[in-house]
């Protein structure tokens, strides 16, 4: 079992709708699935509302940045995505708790680390009682397919700038969803193209 260092929820920083929505998910997290609940408590201590998603588990305090848009998702997908990239956080410092620091970019980025965050997001889902519709849609995310290993920031960012012109020019191309900047300690970035569900909650 995760014994929570911290009792406190995360700091959360962001707009009042986006505030009230993570308040409802780590809720969820709480009631639903205690020790999903104790891993975000201990390895993410601060969510705050930002341009793109992903989780800064080298910054002090740990931080998950979550993309505006996902805020106004379902809250059941809200939750499983702050499980998710707590236990990004998780690997890199149970790591560094037992090896010191630099802690490798493969222990905690790139597709192997993914799909271990993947498998515990769907876990956490079937405790929350999540729609069918959510778990089918992360089951077909499950293999890490949307992480590239070892790919530069620079060349994350020439990708989602084309496919933004792409969509200005209404183009039928899939378009990048979020992406996790700057993740990896040195000079490596580490990015998802993972898509969000389409659906959206009507909730405030």
Known sequence: ???????SEPEILGSVRFQEQIRQALLLLKTKDAEAYAIVARYVRRIQEGERSGMWAYKDPPTY??????????????????AHDSFHSKLYHDYRKAHGAPVPDEVWTGTAAEQECMRHQLAVMQHLGTPAREIDYARRQAEGHYVKD??????????????????VAGRNVRRVAWTRPAL???????KSCRQPPRWRSVAG
């Open 65 to 82: 940045e979550n993309q505006r848009h996902h805020g106004l998702l379902l809250v059941t997908w809200c939750a499983a995505t702050i």
């Open 1 to 7: 079992m995760v014994r929570c260092a911290e009792t």
């Open 150 to 167: 070892k790919e530069k920031w620079e060349d994350c960012r020439k990708r989602e700038v084309v496919d933004r012109t792409r969509r």
């Open 184 to 190: 990896a300690g040195h000079g490596e970035a580490w």
